[in-house]
């Protein structure tokens, strides 16, 4: 590019990037070519905040350098305390003031994996760093255009991808990634995205150990019952399970990533495996999303499941009558029903016998379903040691098939 053409487009960007009368309450000018954004996040819900993952923070601060090209960083405010993480990608960064580090959003450059400025790793300022850096490089420069395409992405945070940002067709509590793709690209992100629950929910982090650990007991092959685990032999599985602390002792560690790390690279990637793979959003059940006829039993909710599924239940869910049932499981079938959904099994999948034929049984007598829950030895760590699975399930009516007959009716949970 000539310089007379480069001084015209540095000189246009100055221009476009003066704080407009719009955003003089959510803008200000912080230095020489840079700029501050303020996006509150007070409107969000507690069950919300739990699972964005944004704890307290109370906005989002984001930092725009108006060079050519562009750079930035963001940050939730208040920032959480935890530690600094260094990139691994030093060559797409360039210091600014305060002792912040900006991404430099250029066709030369890729979307951020890893957290770069000061401060600790988010999920949310990972899925929305990688959605500023694609809009800096395709779209027009302005901060109303930057500070309008954030607000909307914030909104719809939990129903984008966190990869590549595409709405995954659902609507979830939690965003996940929408092709097996993504789901690759985020394994390269920082453990504090992948392992949040760690930190946030260690009991949901204990019972997927549980059930890995369980299905791994069972006599049927790793590849039946935990598709896509890191580790394919047996006893090494059970093995590694075993010797990985008790949940509890990361939630005193200052480095996430070092504790992990430490544990070696067959306890990382199984870690990040069990966390992210369901693609769902799985919670301690607490206050009113409780049962309170069944106290001291330990209670989870499955807040949003894989988006696929979740679609192909809210189509069914139109205009239907639903109700809650029981189904009594045990604790090695539970990750591939937390992954595929309740799914017709037959063979050696198959637990118990079929009176009325193939299908998934169900009652609404919670009693009733817990004398198909076998109980199973838990890893030596965990808290879920001769546990049982009761699920309570949101059963609906499939449509009428007029061209497929059928001598009962069918449903979908």
């Known amino acids: 590019m000539p310089k007379a053409d480069r001084l015209s487009r540095r000189m246009d960007m100055s221009y476009q990037y003066c704080i407009p009368v ?126 309008r395409m954030l607000a909307s992405e914030i909104d719809k945070l939990a129903h984008s991808c966190m990869v590549c940002g595409k709405d995954v067709g659902a609507r979830l509590w939690r965003p996940t990634t929408c092709t097996k793709i993504c789901s690759v690209t985020l394994r390269r992100s920082n453990l504090e995205v992948r392992l949040i629950d760690l930190h946030n929910d260690p009991a949901v982090v204990d019972l997927l150990l549980a059930m890995v650990h369980a299905a791994a007991s069972t006599s049927l092959d790793i590849c039946t019952l935990l598709p896509g685990c890191p580790i394919t032999n047996k006893a090494r599985l059970i093995q590694t399970l075993d ?3 008790a949940v509890s002792t990361f939630q005193s560690v200052h480095d996430l990533t070092a504790s992990v790390k430490r544990l070696g690279s067959q306890t990382e990637a199984l870690l990040s495996w069990i966390c992210t793979s369901y693609r769902g959003f799985l919670a301690c059940a607490t206050g009113s999303l409780k049962i309170p006829s069944m106290p001291g039993v330990h209670q989870f909710v499955l807040a949003n499941t894989a988006p696929e599924l979740e679609r192909r239940f809210a189509v069914q869910l139109q205009g239907q009558q639903s109700r809650v049932v029981f189904h009594g499981t045990s604790l090695g079938r539970l990750y591939i029903i937390l992954r595929n959904g309740l799914r017709i099994r037959r063979g050696s999948l198959q637990v118990h016998g079929a009176v009325y034929g193939g ?55």
């Open 22 to 147: 719009s955003l003089v309450d959510v803008a200000e000018k912080i230095g020489d070519e840079e700029f501050e954004l303020f996006f509150p996040l007070t409107h969000l819900k507690e069950f919300q905040r739990a699972a964005l993952v944004v704890g307290g923070a109370r906005g989002l601060l984001v930092r725009i350098r108006s060079t050519n090209p562009p750079e930035f960083c963001m940050h939730l405010h208040p920032e959480p305390h935890s530690p600094t993480v260094a990139s691994h990608a030093a060559a797409g960064l360039s210091a600014g003031t305060g002792g912040h580090r900006y991404w430099r959003a250029s066709n030369s450059n890729s979307e951020p994996d890893n957290h770069f400025c000061s401060g600790g790793p988010k999920r949310a300022t990972y899925q929305l760093s990688r959605a500023l850096f694609r809009h800096l490089v395709n779209a027009p420069i302005s901060l109303e255009a930057v500070h």
């Open 359 to 413: 299908g998934i049984y169900t009652t609404e007598d919670p009693a009733a379903a817990m004398g198909f829950a076998a109980a199973c030895v838990g890893r030596p760590t965990s808290t879920f040691h001769g546990v049982r699975v009761l699920l309570m399930l949101l059963l609906v009516p499939c449509p009428p098939q007029p061209r497929r007959r059928s001598r009962s009716q069918e449903y979908y949970v």
């Open 243 to 245: 010797n990985t602390p």
